[in-house]
């Protein structure tokens, strides 16, 4: 593994950070340390999922300058995305609370289950934003008013 892989993986990065971390606190077989680093994994593989797709379509719209941009607005505005995004923030909440209150392994894994649930139910639950209405219902839509001015 060299230098610039783990520079562009932030996953790696950060999970490695830690191990180092935690073996340098002497808490590496803590419960909480171990449900920690299987979110930071959940995370990484959650975002590369759904950022996957997007990152791709961008680096070849910044290599060849040219391209149709509604794709990556397509891309950046798809449900998977936006859900992809309130599951990781809630894991990150939760591994914040883990290394503070360091719970044993069933409290630890209730915490993580419980992010996970109001994540997905949230992300579920949520209507269709203006970023993901159809461009018929987006011609549909007054425009906006200027507020002010003469």
Known sequence: MTFTVVTNQPGVLILLSGIALASRLGVGRAPFVAVSFAGIVLMTVLG??????????????????????????QLASRPLLRASFRIRVWIALAIVYLMIAKPDLIECTVVLAIALLIAIVGSVGRGRS?????????????????????
């Open 130 to 150: 203006p970023a993901t209405m159809s461009a018929r219902e987006d011609a549909a839509t007054p425009p906006a008013r200027p507020i002010g001015g003469s």
């Open 48 to 73: 590369r999922i759904a950022l996957g797709p997007l990152l791709g379509a961008a680096k070849d719209f910044r290599q060849t300058g040219a391209g149709p941009v509604a794709e990556l607005r």
